[in-house]
């Protein structure tokens, strides 16, 4: 129930391409749905972040689909660069009363390399 | 620009050793988490802090231990490090309650325990 799984493990596009990663999760408590893009050498960074209230969400090139009775959520990057080239987590995490701290629960990331 | 910083960015200790991993963040946050990373197996929680001097088992709490003395510092403890160890480690910050929903992480520590 706790789990998120993400797919594919490593996804090789070409420049110009439509890179798409996708996950899945169990639990229907969860609320909060980021994406996590980690360079060689750094920490991940939060990307772009989902509420189920909403079936899509895009930042610049970056879109997050979500589809709440399919209990699944995805991440588009249009365009794909070379500089995208980098390992993406999807998370997800429930939010709790009186501030209290959420926990996210990562996927096992996705290894992107785009190239030129 | 918010930081957090670890103390090591590689390190290699033996079996049995007992080893303390640093990590510190200037944002004033009140929540702290240790992370390991390993290949296949993303990001998986270790501990978690959200006030000074307290803390919370995550999904891998066994073999480690943990300290947060001061607000900005959160210590990972090795108690007697393994080679089922050798990982990166990460540590992150966010801020208390729904806007402490983004982690700020420091660039890890990769341990290797021979």
């Known amino acids: 129930q706790q789990q998120v799984k993400q797919s594919p493990q490593s996804l090789i596009v070409q420049k110009g391409g439509i890179s798409i990663i996708n996950c899945a999760y169990e639990n229907t408590a969860f609320d909060y749905f980021p994406w996590y893009q980690q360079f060689p050498g750094k920490g991940p960074a939060l990307l772009i972040a989902i509420r189920p209230d909403v079936s899509e969400k895009k930042e610049g090139r970056f879109t997050i689909s979500f589809n709440k009775s399919a209990k699944q959520f995805s991440l588009h990057i249009m365009d794909s660069q070379p500089g995208d080239s980098a390992t993406y987590f999807c998370?997800?995490?429930?939010?709790?009363?009186?501030?209290?701290?959420?926990?996210?629960?990562f996927g096992t990331g996705t290894l992107l390399a785009v190239q030129p | 620009d918010v930081k957090v910083t670890q103390s090591s960015r590689y390190l290699v200790k033996r079996t049995g050793e007992k080893v303390f991993l640093e990590c510190v963040q200037d944002m004033d946050h009140e929540n702290m988490f240790w992370y390991r990373q390993d290949p296949g197996l993303g990001l998986r929680l270790i501990y978690f802090s959200y006030d000074v001097k307290m803390k919370e088992k995550g999904d891998i709490p066994e073999g480690y231990s943990v300290s947060r003395e001061k607000k900005e510092r959160f210590s990972l403890i090795l108690e007697s490090a393994s080679t089922n160890q050798t990982s990166m480690y990460l540590c992150?910050?966010?801020?208390?309650?729904?806007?402490?929903?983004?982690?700020?992480f420091g660039s890890g520590t990769q341990l290797s325990v021979l």
């Open positions: 992150a910050s966010s801020l208390r309650g729904r806007l402490g929903e983004k982690l700020f």
């Open positions: 998370a997800a995490s429930r939010s709790l009363y009186g501030g209290a701290t959420n926990k996210l629960i």
